[in-house]
């Protein structure tokens, strides 16, 4: 029987709308929207029944230590806390000092880690073919970001440096010894691995297959020699922006401790002097005073 009464198609009750007459006073309040008005205005209503008898049965000897560090303006809670001028200049010197002092020393600790996994790797696994390729990105690189990535560049450039070709020597007796050296023969290893700097073995190695690392193995230890460079690369990032910052908050704490009228060098003021705007940063320039 519900069924068959919720099939049947019943008649669909609007709601009245504005009378003509009546449109100057707005839209016409429905239930729902007086049922929205209602709660609002007794939730109000309650929230200042509840201040009210607070107020009434207030202890006049009630004390919490937060009432040392409040206050009211106008007869209205004040609700910051924090408070103008709370360090002297001596308090905020000390602090800028440590701040300073610490990023120093992080910047010293992040590139002693990176010196020493530098030298613990000595770049395994990097061929003079491989070192030629990534001089020539970072070369690119280079050139692609221009002077307004200059970080990027010298990273690159730094990174081609410390990669730099690695050289075996080899003393002969004669010249005529060194027009005729042949490398192949010399360390017994075809000339298809005369590039390589590690795992070059000789011709009668590779005639044995057991001697021969296998593609398993090999692929772990590329994938962990790749972490290290990885790692090597991100400490030494770190430490260039955590000295990079330690030289920005001295050179603030310089200029804030500094004694002597000074002003700011507008980016005209900079380009006129011939400097670049962007690489000079914050220029300040001191008044001049006669010392008596």
């Known amino acids: 029987m519900t069924a068959l009464a919720n099939a049947i198609k019943r008649k669909t009750h609007k709601e009245r709308a504005q ?21 609002n205005f007794h939730k109000k209503e309650k929230t200042l029944q509840t201040l009210r008898r607070k107020a009434e049965e207030r202890n006049p000897d009630e004390f919490y230590f937060a009432m040392e560090k409040a206050r009211t303006k106008d007869g209205v809670h004040d609700g910051r806390l924090t408070q103008a001028n709370k360090y002297s200049q001596e308090e905020l010197a000390l602090m800028r000092s440590q701040d300073v002092k610490y990023l120093a020393m992080k910047a010293t600790s992040d590139a002693n880690k990176a010196k020493r996994l530098r030298e613990s790797l ?16 970072a070369t690119a690189t280079a050139t692609a970001t221009g002077p307004k990535k200059g970080g990027a560049a010298s990273a690159a450039a730094a990174a081609a440096a410390a990669a730099a070709p690695q050289r075996h020597t080899v003393f002969v007796d004669s010249e005529r010894e060194a027009r005729e050296f042949d490398p192949a023969k010399y360390f017994d290893t075809p000339a298809e691995l005369l590039d ?6 000789r011709k009668e190695q590779l005639a044995d297959r057991g001697a021969v690392v296998g593609a398993k193995s ?10 290290a460079y990885k790692e090597l690369e991100q400490r030494a990032q770190r430490g260039g922006k955590v000295g990079k910052l330690a030289q920005h908050l001295a050179y603030e704490k310089t200029v804030a401790h500094s004694k002597g009228r000074k002003r700011k060098l507008s980016p005209k003021e900079l380009a006129a002097a011939g400097a670049d705007p962007e690489a000079a940063g914050k220029v300040f320039v001191w008044k001049r005073e006669r010392k008596r």
């Open 19 to 39: 009378p003509a007459a009546r449109k100057k006073y707005g839209l016409l309040e429905k239930h729902k929207d007086y049922v929205e008005r209602a709660r």
């Open 122 to 137: 000595h770049f395994i696994g990097v061929t003079n073919t491989s070192v030629a390729a990534a001089a020539a990105a």
């Open 196 to 201: 390589r700097t590690f795992n070059r073995p």
């Open 218 to 227: 090999l692929k772990g230890v590329e994938k962990r020699k790749y972490a």
